[in-house]
């Protein structure tokens, strides 16, 4: 995949995790004031926002799968299957929010440009946001492998139960551990033009590791947008659990870089 499209992907992923933010910050509100004026504005401007984003996903086509996934989530279904009126706000926005899912989905495991192609299957969906097991083929450890996706998954499930520094520091686990596995295949002596420092490689800081990982070509520049805070994760669980402060965004961030790391890894995804 080009660089230019992936960018492009990392800023979609980006901007549909800071509707999905806003959408679960506005169903909360609903719960506590569904007849307030000021919510229900805000509701129906994040929706536009949804709509404007999936629109352009799905280049336009009102029968593309994002596209369908969209408007079905205004129609409550009768007992017969038949399309009836009357979803209750809150319900609107649980479901928009599972449409973004979907195109978080689709979009992490993209190969091509955009716009988006197929739906993604029911496990690649949940993965987005309930942190479904992801494969780990690309690992050439294989005993490093169930260790790993069940890490993944643990960060995912922190994500959504809000504990930021758990997903940080578990996503920063696995991202350490996968680009160790490709260095330490690669191998010293395939590695020495990369500048490579003294000493093992199990002895390198995390910095180090992504640094000569990116200059060997094992994987490109996502690691520029990955937080000082998951940078020194490591010094930091030396200070202690209370000490790492992580807000939700670092913890996002960190997670799309390690979805960029897992692409350049395994670019047959």
């Known amino acids: 995949m080009e660089e230019s499209v992936r960018a492009q992907i990392d800023t979609q992923l980006s901007h549909l995790d800071g509707l ?3 959408g679960r910050q506005i169903r909360e509100r609903l719960g506590t ?25 799905s280049g336009g086509s009102k029968a593309h799968w994002l596209a369908r996934s969209f408007s079905s989530a205004f129609l409550m279904r009768s007992a017969d299957g038949r399309a009836a009126e009357g979803v209750p706000p809150d319900e609107i926005v649980k479901r928009l929010l599972d449409v ?10 993209m190969s091509g440009s ?16 309930a942190g479904i097991r992801r494969r780990f083929e690309f690992v050439h450890n294989p005993e490093l492998r169930p260790v790993v996706e069940q890490a993944y998954a643990d960060s995912r499930r922190a994500i959504e139960q809000k504990e930021y ?18 260095l330490e295949h690669k191998g010293l002596k395939a590695l020495a033009s990369a500048g490579v420092p ?19 070509g094992l994987i490109r520049g ?48």
């Open 114 to 129: 955009s716009p988006l192609g197929e739906a993604p299957s029911e496990s690649q969906a949940a993965s987005s946001d």
């Open 198 to 216: 003294a000493g093992q490689i199990s002895g390198w800081s995390f910095e180090t590791r992504l640094a000569v990982a990116e200059k060997a």
């Open 33 to 57: 004031g569904a007849s307030n004026p000021a919510v229900m504005a805000e509701t129906r401007a994040w929706q536009e926002h949804c709509s404007a984003t999936i629109n352009q996903l």
């Open 222 to 269: 996502g690691c520029a947008r990955l937080p000082m805070i998951a940078r020194t994760y490591r010094d930091n669980a030396q200070g202690g659990e209370n000490d790492l402060r992580v807000s939700e965004s670092d913890a996002r961030r960190t997670g799309q870089v390690l979805n960029v790391v897992i692409r350049d890894l395994d670019p047959g995804r």
């Open 100 to 109: 973004l899912g979907q195109a978080v989905a689709s979009l992490s495991g």
């Open 165 to 182: 520094d758990v997903a940080l520091r578990t996503s920063c686990g696995v991202l350490e551990a996968i680009v160790t596995d490709a």
């Open 20 to 22: 999905i933010r806003r």
